[in-house]
């Protein structure tokens, strides 16, 4: 069954066109990678999911997208509700300056859940589920920014699943770290796709290529070529793909 | 020859941070050294001296005593620890009650006798006299010299600095008044203040901003005579109206005023402290369902509360410094203030109306040195304060 179905997306900044026509549909309880050199618009495609891109002013989009069926950007959609139901992992780790407890409850509280029994629940839940749980069980009163990078990297997916999202969307969530944190978020990715819709951005092909079930291929704010990420790394289409893929450019 | 230059750039660099280190500490050691001869000074004007009969068994007064004596407030020598007799205040120039000018001598060369024979024929007297009035064979007896007491200045509820024989620099007026100014200002200032930092930088279009925002600096330029003029001509008769007072100039007129002049100074760097909360920060808490204003009141001003802190303290800091405009609005009487709907008095305005009449060197001259220390002190104590409190939030969130 198709969890986002994007028709014919033509996205803007002011006069600069940076999505030109792009339709893709992505699987429930998939793991879908973007591809492509810096500025190729994947990015702004990610963020058009949970509508993050209207945080910037003078933009403007045209065509659907749809997430369970529903128009995200139809006028009945509240944002901060739709943003419960698609969380989002940044390029950055950015916990909030709060215990490490406070960063994962943050999303529960700010949607008006008081049942303290139940957050202590959820928060468990979610730093287990994120592989940090037996790191920071001890110190959970202690500030996030105590954390390493990859472990801040994994609380702000904590954070993120705490709320419970369906899809849960990735912006570069290893591009910060060092290669063994990278290999845990990885792995977490992996464990994760058993219940979330997850859609990653990422520079790393190898990455790409682990974590996927398939790859989209962006380049100059076009969908190259979106395919099984099998058949993108191993006999792409578009000859495009093919160099980008080998590092003949990008 | 590029490294000869990086030298001497890098030499005239070092020197200035030390020359400005040493000016700020040479300030301070001036102030010290000026505000410390107080407590050397006797209570008594210099080159006069209190004498009393030699009946009489008090030995010393205090300041305050002294000027209660004077001020004939106190009648008796009973309540001074004497016998019970009445006080006779007698100074120079009561001399002609008791003498013909014949007596006195045309250049007052027989006074010292004069002076001799009153304090020895009247055994509740109290004469204030010049030193050189006293004779070698005095038949009274002078009271002790007692130096300026440490407990009369930072205690004493009483300031009257020209006041004769013995002047009084009770502190606790003016410092209660500094406080009470500074708190109230910052009290009507910190609503708006953040009020208007947080709709600058979270809520107001770039266009609104960019009007507000040179609007409110501008203000902060304003010379702070202009701000007491303003007091004095608007704020002062509003109160006298709105409240029914016999005067507008009040503690209200003055933290209203300083109010105004701590704003631009807090708005500016709270909203600059906000605006620097880091978006990725913003969009985090956004992307968890929060909306806009759970993510100003949770997460911005909980990322920007030192800088929000700073910029109170600075606020504090100039209301606790400010001289002019305070001392044009709040009616400058030293009394310990129990509401704001009265007048009072500040540290820096005392300086500023008393430096220049006080004379150099001497006791109320020092007494207002000591002044400048004690707000030193004050405005130290908040700087430390606050720095202390935002380094703790800032670790243990």
């Not at chain 1, 992992?89 to 215990?99: A, D, I, T």
């Not at chain 1, 839940?125 to 959970?140: C, I, Q, R, S, Y």
């Not at chain 2, 006293?134 to 509820?157: I, Q, W």
């Not at chain 2, 968890?288 to 910029?311: C, D, E, F, H, N």
């Amino acid at each position: 069954m198709d969890k986002i179905d994007a028709k014919h997306v033509n996205f803007f900044y002011g006069d600069f066109q940076a999505l030109k026509d792009i339709s893709m549909t992505i699987e429930e309880k998939s793991v879908v990678a973007f591809i492509g050199p810096s500025g190729c618009g994947k990015s702004t495609f990610l963020r058009l999911f949970n509508r993050m891109n209207d945080l910037i002013p003078g933009t403007r989009l045209e065509g659907e997208i749809l997430i369970d069926g529903r128009d995200v950007y139809d006028k009945s959609v509240q944002v901060d509700e739709l943003r419960k139901q698609v969380g989002m992992v940044f390029q950055r780790p950015n916990p909030f300056p709060k215990s490490i407890f406070e960063n994962v409850a943050y999303g529960l509280r700010v949607n008006g859940v008081k049942d303290g029994e139940f957050i202590r629940h959820r928060v468990e839940e979610a730093l287990k589920a994120a592989a940090l749980w037996d790191e920071v069980k001890h110190k959970l009163k202690e500030s996030a920014f105590a954390l390493s990078g990859g472990q801040q990297q994994r609380l702000c997916i904590a954070r993120a699943m705490a709320v419970s999202p369906s899809v849960l969307l990735m912006d570069e969530p290893a591009s910060a770290l060092d290669p063994i944190s990278t290999a845990k978020v990885e792995e977490l990715i992996h464990e994760l796709k058993t219940e979330y819709t997850i859609v990653i951005v990422t520079h790393n092909m190898q990455q790409a290529a682990r974590v996927s079930d398939k790859t989209a291929f962006f380049y100059m704010g076009s969908m190259v070529e979106y395919d099984d990420t099998k058949k993108i790394f191993t006999n792409p289409g578009k000859e495009a793909t093919q160099n980008y893929i080998t590092g003949r450019f990008g | 020859m590029r490294r000869v230059c990086e030298k001497i750039v890098e030499g005239i660099l070092t020197c200035s941070g030390f020359v400005t280190s040493v000016a700020v500490l040479l300030i301070v050691v001036f102030l010290f050294a000026e505000a410390m001869g107080l407590f050397n000074k006797k209570v008594v004007e210099e080159g006069y001296v209190l004498a009393v009969n030699k009946a009489n068994p008090v030995r010393r007064l205090s300041a305050l005593q002294i000027k209660e004596v004077f001020d004939g407030e106190i009648t008796n020598w009973k309540e001074l620890g004497g016998p019970d007799v009445g006080v006779t205040v007698f100074r120079l120039e009561d001399i002609t009650a008791y003498f013909s000018e014949e007596e006195l001598g045309d250049e007052y060369e027989r006074a010292p006798r004069c002076v001799s024979r009153v304090v020895a024929g009247h055994p509740g007297i109290i004469a204030f006299v010049p030193a050189r009035f006293v004779e070698k064979d005095f038949p009274g007896r002078l009271l002790d010299d007692e130096c300026v007491s440490f407990g009369e200045v930072f205690a004493g509820k009483e300031w009257f600095p020209t006041a004769t024989p013995a002047p009084l620099f009770g502190f606790l007026p003016l410092v209660a008044g500094t406080l009470w100014v500074g708190f109230f200002a910052i009290l009507f200032a910190l609503p708006f203040g953040l009020s208007v930092a947080v709709y600058m930088s979270e809520v107001a279009g770039r266009r609104t901003r960019g009007f507000l925002k040179p609007v409110i600096e501008l203000l902060s330029g304003i010379p702070s005579v202009v701000y007491g003029f303003f007091g004095l001509i608007v704020v002062v008769p509003l109160l006298q109206r709105v409240f029914g007072l016999p005067v507008g100039e009040t503690g209200l007129a003055g933290s209203v005023v300083l109010a105004v002049m701590a704003l631009p100074t807090m708005i500016t760097v709270a909203e600059d402290a906000m605006r620097n909360c880091p978006r990725a920060m913003r969009e985090a808490s956004l992307a968890l369902g929060a909306t806009r204003w759970q993510t100003i009141y949770k997460v911005v001003i909980p990322y920007s509360v030192s800088g929000i802190a700073s910029g109170v303290v600075l606020g504090v800091g100039r209301a606790i410094g400010e001289t002019m405009a305070v001392l044009m609005v709040t009616g400058n009487a030293a009394v310990i203030p129990s509401t704001l709907l009265e007048p009072l008095r500040t540290i820096p305005a005392t300086i500023a109306a008393e430096l220049g009449e006080a004379p150099s060197g001497g006791v109320h001259y020092e007494a207002l040195f000591l002044l400048g220390v004690v707000l030193f002190f004050i405005t130290m104590l908040i700087n430390l304060g606050v720095e202390y409190i935002s380094s703790k939030t800032g670790r243990s969130k």
